[in-house]
């Protein structure tokens, strides 16, 4: 038998000789050994950051299963001539191959390091004199809940992420389920998404490898993030969120944390206590379960100043020592601090790719579409170059039109004299994914026909020559985050339908139709002067049919064509108008040449027939009388279900917003390209005013202001598709104003989703519509908790109270409130009510009554359908359990009984909807219909009693009281007589059973207190 001195000695040895390495042994130096994440979680432990204690099974441990385990022929032999494509098949191989891993049994020497560390891991004392004595505690130590992590060897990587492609299992515990979880962490790097994700990128499957981290899981009391920098404002002060219970709650968006602000004194700037109300917590046996709060708690500081400031200077000095803005995930256990994660800070620099070009430097510009690409300059002087362009080339040009959209498709970059982030070459580039540089004011001059450059589209830069091994790379798409602001795209070209929908956005919030008109390769007008207008109206649909096979709603503007564009088109008119931009196009044209709009809108009703969604957009829009006609027009072709809507881009749509909501549009989407220009007097395409071409002007934003505004009054849905959508500072504006969707570009889907689910979970979404609401102004800095209680208060008043403190404030400003009395199209009176569904303002043709719930048109027809499937399903549950109770005995009848009461709260829900008159169409004339009626039997009835009117009408009250007074009377002999059987049966279970009576009574007690609690857990563990 060895001595334990020896035994000692041996782990020592494997500890640091083998496989296993403590995280106080490794930091960055170590990536290849043990991979990036267990390598970052070293090099803080190293800097004195209070890590969670932890170790890493490494590289050659994993290299070594594979070998003890003969797995590496079999895996290998599995991907040889694999085809990535095939999906099933791909799926296929992943799995069998996961499977291999899984089944294999785990080497007894990699086993026994691996339990002996996680013994070590699972005592309470300290691991860093590990000691005879502590190795007998061990033995008797309860196994500790880990975390088992994947950290690739290659995450770090400057070409490649493999980041999040691995697996992750938490609150593990116990030795079975530790090597099990380390088995299926070694798996999990032959996922589908990983290896066609090696393959596309070069990597050999041999070359990357997977090291498993085993790190103690913190049950906390507190947890939260710290962001080093103010990821929204720059500020350089310390951001903090918090909430209690374990930090789920903060990245499921289920809990709204408390905020602090500190400054780089560590002085607390701004506190912002949230109303938590509910906590995510660990049980003994592992699971997450969400509790609720007292309202004691719910309310209370998650954090202690002293807390809060040990944060701030953790921060701080991780920033320091990285030398780069942090992201930080911290917990708190028992008083004590831990600092789980910490990552760079994306969201505060330009989007940059890769690892930069190196060479020489030739000419530089504004980055207008993110990407990398090299290959041969052809200068486009005349719209006679354009044949010139081959596959892969750089397509240099003084400014792009639409005329070259189809040729753009076949370029690996774009380089342009003029414009800017909003003219033409930036956007179609944006959405085909083509890096593109503008604004250079001399490409043309100093790149020649023949000469091979690099384009970086990230940073806005032009190289000569082709660096060695560069790949063209262009931006990944991701699948954007859920937001309660909804994320749209915007896509014009069918052939990048497809990449667009990798965003994972099932709408489009704008497709412009002049893109399918430039691959036609043939003018409107053309179509016109032919007579062959109804094949112009199969090109549109056939164009917009790809797009559609991607997406379950659309919207569609009509066609936009100045006068200057697509000359290259056959049939294009020949006169070019002195001023393009202000002359015939938009919806005034449209209604000029009525047959082009009318193919158009045809095409666009043809989708709608094929069970998509879809919108109408009318661009240019500055009259009322211009919605007007195209609602003739779609009358005429049979099209009034569709949507419409107009393009708020001139400043004369601004000024008659009021009048287009009263039209009875049903959406509108922010233009701010050419709003702006129309606004500034600012050509957004000439490079020499970029300078002062600013979306975020005073000038736009009090338009854009106004407009969602007056549209949240009449219940029209806002949007923007402008290119500014796409920008973090007009994105973060428009949330705080609520409005209901952003469309911006594929490329951006993803960082714009998850910065605008960042401001919800601030409580930013509508902020500023409040304040406005409230009569506040703008946002005061510092006064947000004071804004919040305001706004809580008016919300909480009925609409009447609402009223009344509006005419006080009206009247105390010395102004006469002028009564409008609005009525629908069949007459009836509409009220305004704020829908307790969606919380936006609309109009209904009945009084609402306190204390109902009351919804706008669209919910009121959603929960309408919700209603018709519970009752089916209410049908279907009596039905059978009334069946059940006919065939079982007199126990299970009563327990059938038992089952329909308990959803008697549902049921009382669903009567009270009935007094909605959901049987009737609230929104429709039917109810009008039926109350005419009910006013003819009374004026009926009134005339056949004209001499006992009064009187009928004191004794029928005095009847109703009385009937009223007798069913009351009832329902109480009811419940007493009920209560009376209670006690019999009580009295008589006692008599038979003693000893039971003290177990009822205590039951009873405590269904007493669940029912107090809403049925819920009460959390007061903390």
């Known amino acids: 038998m060895q001595k334990k001195e020896e035994r000692i000695k041996e782990v020592e040895i494997k500890v640091e000789d083998k496989y296993i390495r403590w995280f106080s042994e490794i930091g960055k130096e170590n990536v290849k050994e043990v991979g990036g994440k267990a390598a970052n979680l070293g090099e803080m432990l190293k800097i004195g950051m209070p890590v969670p204690q932890g170790f890493v099974i490494n590289a050659p441990g994993y290299l070594y299963f594979l070998e003890k385990t003969g797995l590496k022929e079999k895996i290998y032999e599995k991907l040889k001539d694999l085809n990535v494509e095939d999906t099933a098949l791909l799926e296929k191989k992943a799995k069998e191959i996961r499977d291999i891993f899984v089944e294999a049994e785990m080497p007894s020497d990699l086993k026994e390091e691996i339990l002996e560390a996680y013994n070590i891991l699972s005592s309470p004392k300290d691991l860093k004199n590990i000691s ?136 607390i700037l701004k506190k912002k206590v949230a109303n938590k109300k509910i906590a995510i917590v660990r049980t003994s046996s592992g699971e997450e379960k969400e509790v609720k709060l007292t309202e004691e708690k719910s309310r209370e500081q998650v954090l202690s100043n002293y807390e809060i400031k040990r944060l701030a200077d953790y921060a701080l000095r991780l920033e320091q020592h990285y030398k780069a803005p942090q992201d930080i995930e911290f917990a708190l256990e028992s008083g004590e601090i831990y600092i789980v994660q910490t990552r760079p800070i994306t969201t ?182 032919e007579g062959k207008i109804h094949e112009y109206e199969e090109i549109i649909f056939s164009g917009l049919s790809k797009i559609a096979k991607y997406f379950d709603n659309l919207w569609v503007r009509t066609s936009d064509i100045r006068t200057d564009e697509f000359r290259n088109l056959e049939g294009s008119p020949k006169k070019i108008e002195a001023n393009p931009m202000l002359g015939m196009h938009g919806i005034r044209a449209g209604l000029k040449y009525k047959e082009i709009l009318k193919a158009e809108l045809k095409a666009i009703s043809r989708l709608k027939e094929e069970g998509k969604e879809v919108g109408i957009l009318l661009p240019q829009v500055i009259s009322v009388s211009e919605v ?114 952003i469309s911006v570009n594929a490329d951006k889907a993803f960082e714009i989703s998850s910065f605008v689910k960042e401001l919800e979970d601030r409580g930013l979404r509508g902020v500023e519509l409040d304040r406005i609401s409230l009569g506040e102004g703008k946002a005061v800095e510092g006064n947000e908790e004071k804004l919040e209680e305001e706004i809580e208060k008016v919300n909480s008043l009925s609409l009447e109270e609402q009223d009344k ?117 609230v929104f429709s004339d039917q109810q009008q219909k039926g109350k005419e009626k009910e006013k003819l039997k009374e004026e009926s009835k009134d005339n056949k009693e004209t001499g006992k009117k009064e009187e009928g009408k004191e004794e029928g009250g005095q009847d109703r009281k009385e009937e009223k007074a007798k069913k009351e009377t009832e329902k109480q002999d009811e419940r007493e007589e009920s209560e009376e059987e209670k006690e019999e049966q009580v009295k008589d279970d006692k008599e038979e059973n003693p000893g039971n009576g003290e177990t009822e009574a205590k039951e009873g007690a405590e269904k007493e207190e669940e029912k107090e609690n809403g049925g819920e857990e009460v959390l007061d563990i903390f």
């Open 132 to 267: 005879e004595s502590a190795l007998s505690i061990l033995k008797m130590s309860e196994p500790a809940f880990v975390a088992v992590r994947s950290s690739a060897t290659a995450e770090d990587s400057s070409i490649a992420s493999f980041a999040g492609q691995q697996e992750t299992f938490l609150n593990i515990k116990g030795n079975d389920a530790v090597i099990e979880s380390v088995k299926k962490c070694f798996a999990s790097l032959f996922t589908a998404r990983s290896i066609y994700y090696r393959i596309k990128k070069g990597f050999k499957h041999e070359d990357v490898l997977n090291a498993v981290i085993i790190q103690i899981m913190i049950n906390s009391d507190k947890s939260g993030v710290i962001f080093s920098r103010d990821p929204v404002t720059k500020d350089k002060n310390v951001i903090i969120e918090a909430v209690f219970g374990l930090g789920e709650g903060i990245v499921s968006g289920k809990i709204k944390p408390d905020y602090y602000v500190v400054s780089i004194d560590l002085e």
């Open 628 to 741: 007007k006609k195209v609602k003739e027009i779609l009358k005429e072709i049979n099209a009034e279900n569709l949507e419409l809507g107009v393009m708020i881009e001139t400043p004369a749509s601004i000024q008659i917003i009021e009048d287009l909501c009263k039209e009875g549009i049903s959406f509108i989407s922010f233009g701010t390209n050419d709003l702006t220009q129309y606004t500034l007097a600012i050509d957004r395409g000439n490079a020499d005013v970029q300078n002062l071409y600013d979306e975020m002007h005073s000038a736009v934003l009090s338009q854009l202001e106004f407009v969602i505004r007056e549209c949240k009054k009449y219940g029209v849905e806002t949007s923007i598709c402008g290119q500014a959508g796409s920008k973090k500072e007009m994105a973060e504006f428009l949330v705080k104003l609520g409005i209901d969707s």
């Open 805 to 921: 403190k509006e005419g006080d404030r009206d009247e105390e400003n010395g102004e006469e409130r002028e009564e409008k009395e609005e009525r629908d199209e069949f007459g009836r009176k509409l009220y305004g009510i704020r829908c307790d569904k969606c919380g936006k303002n609309a109009k209904v043709p009945f009084e609402p009554e306190e204390g109902r719930e009351i919804y706008c048109k669209s919910c009121y027809n959603e929960i309408k359908k919700e209603r018709k499937e519970m009752k089916k399903e209410k049908d279907f549950k009596d039905e059978n359990i009334n069946t059940e109770m006919e065939e079982n005995s007199e126990d299970s009848r009563e327990e059938g009984r038992e089952e329909i009461e308990q959803r008697g709260e549902e049921e009382k829900r669903l009567e009270e909807w009935q007094d909605v008159e959901f049987g009737i169409d």
């Open 348 to 529: 505060l620099e330009k989007e940059v790719g890769g690892k930069g070009v190196e060479g020489k430097e030739i000419l530089s510009g504004q980055p207008a579409s993110s990407g990398i690409g090299s290959g041969e300059v052809k200068i486009v002087s005349t719209l006679e170059d354009l044949s010139k362009i081959k596959e892969g080339d750089i397509l240099v040009t003084k400014m792009t039109n639409p005329d070259m959209v189809v040729t753009m498709q076949k370029s690996s970059a774009i380089i342009t004299d003029e414009g800017g982030m909003t003219a033409h070459a930036a956007i179609v580039s944006r959405e085909m994914g083509i890096p593109c540089v503008v604004g250079t004011e001399k490409a043309t001059q100093i790149l020649k026909d023949g000469m091979i450059v690099t384009v970086d589209g990230f940073r806005g830069k032009v190289y000569e020559g082709k660096t060695e091994g560069l790949k063209v790379e262009k931006v990944e798409i991701k699948p954007i985050v859920e937001t309660k602001t909804k994320i749209k795209v915007m896509v014009d070209l069918p052939n990048f339908a497809e990449r667009a929908s990798k965003t994972g956005c099932k709408e489009v919030g704008l497709t412009r139709i002049e893109g399918i008109i430039a691959e036609s390769g043939k003018h409107p007008l053309a179509f016109l002067n």
